[in-house]
């Protein structure tokens, strides 16, 4: 079953500005992850968040998950036009079930 | 840094043909794993292997595909007679698997059109 749908779809700030997305998930969860994809180009990973830890920070990313909400949040700060791009939460369901599960995505347009 | 690498970028097929994608994980990786990516749609576990046998498969995958570790450093993924609705974005992925946190490092991707 799919996991992970993430809020808004579609997001456009100007450049400086704080972009907050949001995922919520169903089932119980071993870490849930954030990945960025550039228009037509591969994943790639950005933070990852265990299930016992509530928040955390890479650089201008901070990352909360709620897992009595079964809700995650993803804030990038000081956006920046190569910012833009489609974020996908995924779900790691258990400690030794590696396959992920992706939400629909946001796209984030950064405007200069 | 290490990466995972895929081939081609680009696959044009005709409906009913078999098709090979192929990918090279990161070398000390022993989780693999395909995802596909239907345009405009979520990203989708189709299948991920480990120790030469799948470990686990999607619904998605169906008797159509098979993977196949054939040396030590190539994984691929084989369509048998491809549909119209096979078109998508095939994306090849690799982690450490036991003790790692389950991160995975994504290839750049397939684009499978079958027309």
């Known amino acids: 079953s799919q996991q992970g749908e993430e809020d808004p779809q579609a997001l456009s700030i100007q450049e400086g500005e704080n972009a907050t997305m949001n995922c919520s998930y169903k089932t119980s969860i071993n870490n849930l992850q954030w990945y960025r994809q550039n228009s037509g180009r591969g994943l790639v990973h950005l933070i990852l968040i265990r299930s016992n830890e509530r928040e955390k920070h890479s650089g201008r990313l901070r990352v909360t998950l709620d897992t009595s909400k079964k809700s995650s949040s993803l804030l990038i700060t000081a956006s920046r036009a190569a910012d833009t791009a489609s974020y996908f939460c995924?779900?790691?369901?258990?400690?030794?079930?590696?396959?992920?599960?992706f939400g629909a995505g946001t796209t984030v347009t950064v405007r200069a | 840094e290490p990466e995972v690498t895929q081939t081609p970028s680009h696959q044009v097929t005709q409906m009913g043909q078999e098709v090979i994608l192929r990918c090279v994980p990161i070398?000390?990786?022993?989780?693999f794993y395909w995802y596909r990516q239907i345009l405009g749609q979520k990203v989708e576990f189709l299948v991920s292997?480990?120790?030469?046998?799948?470990?686990?498969k999607s619904e998605i995958f169906d008797d159509q595909f098979s993977v196949e570790r054939p040396d030590g450093s190539n994984f691929t993924l084989k369509i048998r007679s491809t549909k119209l609705e096979d078109s998508a974005m095939y994306f090849c992925a690799s982690n450490v698997g036991l003790g790692g946190t389950g991160e995975q490092y994504f290839g750049p991707g397939t684009r499978l059109t079958v027309t």
């Open positions: 070398s000390n990786h022993l989780y």
């Open positions: 995924a779900t790691k369901p258990s400690l030794n079930d590696y396959k992920l599960s």
């Open positions: 292997f480990y120790n030469n046998e799948i470990s686990e």
